[in-house]
């Protein structure tokens, strides 16, 4: 890895971070120095970027975690703080992707319980750690759709867990800024990743209409969503707690959709 130390001599607990922007998330803090631990149901993706970032010179380990089930998640951080001694930060990224056989009803549990509960879940069980550390930060990856915009992309269980993580956010902020510990959220547009278009492939139809809404033209990077994270997660952002940041290409100020074709 190049050497980085924003992060050097501590510990990151990225969840989701098999792949998209965890994993980005959890090479970028790697190579600040971090030691990961990346938590996910995907064990083959989850060992291919611990070993990619091994490759590089970090230091990363893997945890299977289902993050619909509260146990998991709250054990998930003990082993976090066990691996260096304490937790100095926590992404929260992971959402679970309901099959297409699920009911309704089954598409709003599983996509609340993973997507805003167990964001609650970690960073409660998280906080006294990440205020031990001296350096504690927590944060949680919204998206635009819902919590800064309703767009017809996005499902009412998606969004409305994305906009929960705003209140979530601001919640944790007051509750544990006295001990230290803070609190930010970043709500992501649309980001080059395969639910919208893997890099070299074809760019579909719905994905080139969103893609040209946004004032800057083009798909956010995965990196780029990494490099807002690191900055919140580290002392760089040490008087910065409560906010939701948004990395949308202008999306949300100032989309546009007059020359948009909506075929």
């Given at each position: 890895m190049s050497a980085g130390s924003k992060l050097g001599n501590r510990t990151a607990?990225?969840?989701?971070?098999?792949?998209?922007i965890g994993a980005a998330v959890a090479e970028c803090f790697a190579a600040e120095g971090a030691l990961v631990m990346i938590a996910d149901i995907d064990d083959a993706g989850g060992a291919a970027v611990v070993r990619g970032i091994e490759g590089k010179g970090g230091r990363a380990v893997f945890r299977h975690v289902d993050v619909t089930v509260r146990a998991d998640v709250r054990a998930m951080v003990h082993a976090a703080a066990a691996l260096g001694g304490g937790l100095n930060i926590l992404c929260n990224n992971a959402m679970s992707n309901p099959s297409d056989h699920y009911t309704v009803d089954e598409r709003w549990d599983v996509m609340l319980e993973s997507g805003l509960t167990a964001y609650w879940a970690a960073a409660t069980e998280a906080a006294?750690?990440?205020?031990?550390?001296?350096?504690?930060?927590?944060?949680?990856?919204?998206?635009?759709?819902?919590?800064?915009?309703?767009?017809?992309?996005?499902?009412?269980?998606?969004?409305?867990?994305?906009?929960?993580?705003?209140?979530?956010?601001?919640?944790?902020?007051?509750?544990?800024?006295?001990?230290?510990?803070?609190?930010?959220?970043?709500?992501?547009?649309?980001?080059?990743?395969?639910?919208?278009r893997s890099p070299d492939s074809v760019e579909p139809q719905f994905a080139r209409r969103?893609?040209?809404?946004?004032?800057?033209?083009?798909?956010?990077?995965p990196s780029e969503v990494a490099a807002l994270a690191l900055f919140l997660a580290s002392d760089d952002a040490s008087y910065i707690t409560g906010q939701d940041l948004a990395i949308d290409g202008g999306f949300t100020t100032a989309y546009h959709f007059e020359s948009i074709a909506f075929d």
């Amino acid at each position: 890895m190049s050497a980085g130390s924003k992060l050097g001599n501590r510990t990151a607990l990225v969840t989701g971070g098999s792949s998209g922007i965890g994993a980005a998330v959890a090479e970028c803090f790697a190579a600040e120095g971090a030691l990961v631990m990346i938590a996910d149901i995907d064990d083959a993706g989850g060992a291919a970027v611990v070993r990619g970032i091994e490759g590089k010179g970090g230091r990363a380990v893997f945890r299977h975690v289902d993050v619909t089930v509260r146990a998991d998640v709250r054990a998930m951080v003990h082993a976090a703080a066990a691996l260096g001694g304490g937790l100095n930060i926590l992404c929260n990224n992971a959402m679970s992707n309901p099959s297409d056989h699920y009911t309704v009803d089954e598409r709003w549990d599983v996509m609340l319980e993973s997507g805003l509960t167990a964001y609650w879940a970690a960073a409660t069980e998280a906080a006294p750690i990440l205020a031990r550390s001296g350096h504690g930060a927590i944060v949680s990856i919204a998206s635009i759709a819902g919590a800064r915009i309703g767009i017809d992309f996005a499902s009412e269980a998606y969004s409305a867990a994305k906009a929960g993580i705003l209140g979530l956010t601001r919640k944790l902020a007051k509750k544990y800024g006295r001990d230290g510990v803070r609190a930010n959220a970043i709500c992501p547009g649309i980001i080059e990743t395969p639910r919208w278009r893997s890099p070299d492939s074809v760019e579909p139809q719905f994905a080139r209409r969103y893609r040209q809404m946004a004032p800057l033209g083009r798909f956010g990077l995965p990196s780029e969503v990494a490099a807002l994270a690191l900055f919140l997660a580290s002392d760089d952002a040490s008087y910065i707690t409560g906010q939701d940041l948004a990395i949308d290409g202008g999306f949300t100020t100032a989309y546009h959709f007059e020359s948009i074709a909506f075929d």
